[in-house]
């Protein structure tokens, strides 16, 4: 009997201490965007700065790059690829290297580039009837007609295949797939479904309540995890193993804006919504970084 409450009360200790750990820690406060790239860097800016923030989850260095005049970096899960940021200038789209701070422009002549890929940077053209796709190592460029049916393509791809399965209401500008696995959110229905790629069967993962007050994140997928937000509440589970994860988002503001959710190898960021335009159809203004572990040994 005593050896029995000795490993219960040990269980509860550690699980504890877990619980502890992976509570979120603040990054940054009232930054104009946030991104990460998936693997090992994420980035960061307020809208006056002159430098982006780049922290390097491996050392837990910070650095800091240079902001080019009226360029911010772009919002979606695909703004920030294996080290490369996708930046929004005025004077057109470039691609920052976080780790040598050297830019690369973007071709002209295109409506513009939004979803950046390993592969391909996807853009627009002909006032978006036509959706262009840039290949980074060769720099041709693909032209499509939109798909009447919303199907998108895999942006890291070298053949730029369609992503099997009708995604619902997710585009390219959500992280919603990798090379095993598809997430989709079908229309009409607040819940993340997840499947193998190009299987039928899938299982739902999260649910989001809009008029309650849980409104549903984009899922991010990347590092063997996917993770999402459904009001103040923040999720991951390991593709692998199914292992959960699961943070109390600090500094939630309910009817301002979702929570935006993103991984690294071993770090898992929350960037609640502070602060929105006022307009009816809002545009977020600030965001506050968070940060917290992510089990290296649990991933798939």
């Given at each position: 009997m005593f050896k029995t409450l000795t490993a219960f009360t040990v269980l509860l200790i550690l699980i504890g201490?877990?619980?502890?750990?992976?509570?979120?820690?603040?990054?940054?406060?009232?930054?104009?965007?946030?991104?990460?790239?998936?693997?090992?860097?994420?980035a960061w800016a307020k809208e006056d700065a002159d430098t982006i923030t780049v922290l390097d989850t491996r050392t837990h260095k910070r650095r800091h790059a240079s902001k080019p005049t009226h360029c911010r970096g772009g919002e979606s899960g695909r703004a920030m690829v294996g080290g490369w940021l996708l930046l929004l200038c005025r004077s057109g789209e470039r691609l920052l290297d976080v780790r040598s701070g050297r830019f690369k422009r973007l071709p002209?002549?295109?409506?513009?580039?939004?979803?950046?890929?390993?592969?391909f940077v996807q853009g627009s053209a002909d006032a978006g009837r036509v959706d262009v796709y840039l290949n980074r190592r060769t720099g041709g460029v693909r032209r499509f007609r939109e798909r009447s049916d919303h199907r998108v393509r895999d942006l890291d791809d070298p053949k730029l295949r369609l992503v099997c399965g009708p995604p619902g209401y997710l585009d390219n500008f959500a992280r919603f797939y990798d090379a095993r696995y598809v997430v989709s959110q079908p229309s009409g229905d607040e819940a993340l479904v997840l499947r193998r790629r190009c299987k039928a069967k899938g299982r739902v993962i999260g649910r989001g309540d809009f008029l309650g007050g849980a409104e549903l994140s984009e899922p991010f997928v990347a590092a063997g995890w996917v993770?999402?937000?459904?009001?103040?509440?923040?999720?991951?589970?390991?593709?692998?193993t199914r292992k959960r994860r699961h943070w109390h988002v600090p500094n939630y503001e309910r009817g301002v804006g979702?929570?935006?959710?993103?991984?690294?190898?071993?770090?898992?960021?929350?960037?609640?919504?502070?602060?929105?335009?006022?307009?009816?159809?809002?545009?977020i203004t600030s965001f506050d970084v968070f940060e917290a572990p992510l089990s290296a040994k649990a991933s798939g």
């Open positions: 201490v877990q619980d502890a750990a992976a509570k979120p820690r603040q990054l940054a406060s009232g930054v104009q965007w946030f991104a990460v790239d998936g693997d090992r860097y994420a002209e002549g295109f409506d513009g580039w939004k979803y950046l890929g390993e592969r993770s999402w937000a459904a009001g103040g509440e923040a999720h991951a589970e390991n593709l692998k979702f929570v935006q959710v993103g991984q690294a190898r071993n770090t898992i960021f929350f960037a609640p919504a502070q602060t929105d335009d006022g307009f009816s159809a809002p545009v």
